[in-house]
């Protein structure tokens, strides 16, 4: 019974209307999920989260304009845990809420200790997901979190998704004026692979699109992802927004994105995500040797 009952929640989980037979690999599923479970209110009670900050790159100066903010999980046993191995799994069962209230505190206290360090900070922008945005209280928490770390709000960006926007395109409006009011900054993630309106595009009041990885991979090949990626970049500017290409990881890339006027850049080809530590020594004023650091 207990394993046509899984099978049951795989035909749920796969769109109902539809049958599955029961597989042994069903069940070790389950049990890594809890496990993951269980580990994450650990993580969360033992401070087992830290951040990664991957710089955004101004494609003209090669200046350092922006980084974002990415969670890892310090776990005992599995070492660090990268967060498609359980960011899906804390979206699901509802923890992802005070994980990501972690993240924001931590974020928001890191850029202002750079700032008390005499560093030339800039501003960090923060993964949201859906249950995190849709979470009552959502706008008064960030509020909060900006008044108790002190950061100027302009230093903190929010990057959402299409969809999170999309589903319920009025409130997802009154919400991100909230933010826009506070001065907080706002970006589209991924974008491109979601269905965004593109009347909605207009009234959102975003600063930032963020073209998904998965078009700038080949666009120095592919002649579609070529002319997806021009569009957008022509859009943005005509939106008076910023755009800039995440997933970069060569040469031709840059020059393609480069040649198209995209402002901004993210990916390898300028640096993995780093620990704050060695992103604090980006930051510092005597390194005067970073634009060589930009292989491009
Ligand atoms: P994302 O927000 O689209 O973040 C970009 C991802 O692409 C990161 O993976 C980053 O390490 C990776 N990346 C950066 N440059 C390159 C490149 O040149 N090539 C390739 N192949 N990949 C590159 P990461 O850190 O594993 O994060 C994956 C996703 O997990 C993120 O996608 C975001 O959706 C989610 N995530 C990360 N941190 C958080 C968080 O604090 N809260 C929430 N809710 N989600 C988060
Ligand atoms: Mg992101
Ligand atoms: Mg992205």
Redesign the pocket.
């Known amino acids: 019974m207990q394993n046509a009952d899984t099978a049951m929640y795989h035909a749920k989980a796969n769109g109902r209307d539809t049958y599955r037979f029961f597989k042994a690999e069903m069940n070790a599923r389950a049990v890594r999920r809890q496990a993951v479970e269980g580990g994450l209110r650990r993580a969360l009670k033992q401070e087992e989260f830290l ?2 900050y ?1 710089p955004k790159i101004d494609l003209v100066s090669g200046a350092i304009i922006g980084a ?4 890892r999980w310090q776990d005992p046993v599995l070492g660090l845990v ?3 191995q359980f ?1 899906p799994i804390a ?1 699901e069962n509802g923890l ?1 809420v005070p ?2 209230q972690w ?1 924001l505190r931590e974020a928001c206290r890191q850029v202002q200790s750079w700032i008390d360090a005499g560093l030339h900070a800039v501003p960090v922008s ?4 859906a249950a ?1 945005f849709r979470h009552e209280g959502f706008v008064d928490d960030v509020a909060l979190i900006l008044a108790e770390t002190g950061l100027t709000p302009r230093y903190l960006e929010l ?1 959402l998704t299409e969809s999170i926007l999309m589903h319920d395109a009025e409130s997802s409006v009154s919400m991100l004026e909230s933010f826009k009011n506070m001065g907080v900054q706002l970006a589209i ?2 974008f491109g692979t979601g269905y965004s309106s593109l009347s909605y595009l207009k009234r959102f009041p975003i600063d930032t699109l ?1 073209i998904d ?1 998965s078009f700038v991979r080949d666009i120095a090949t592919d002649a579609d992802d070529a002319t997806i990626v021009t569009a957008v970049i022509g859009m943005g500017k005509n939106l008076k927004q910023r755009v800039i290409a ?4 060569t040469h031709a890339q840059l020059a393609f994105l480069q040649a198209r006027q995209c402002d901004e850049g ?4 300028f640096s ?2 780093v620990s704050a530590e060695d992103f604090g020594r980006l930051l510092s004023p005597g390194n005067d040797k970073r634009p060589q650091l930009w292989p491009g």
């Open positions: 951040l990664h991957q974002e903010a990415l969670i990268k967060p498609d960011v979206e992802i994980i990501g993240v923060v993964n949201i997901s995190e990057e993630d991924d963020k990885q995440e997933g970069v990881e993210q990916g390898f080809h993995h995500p």
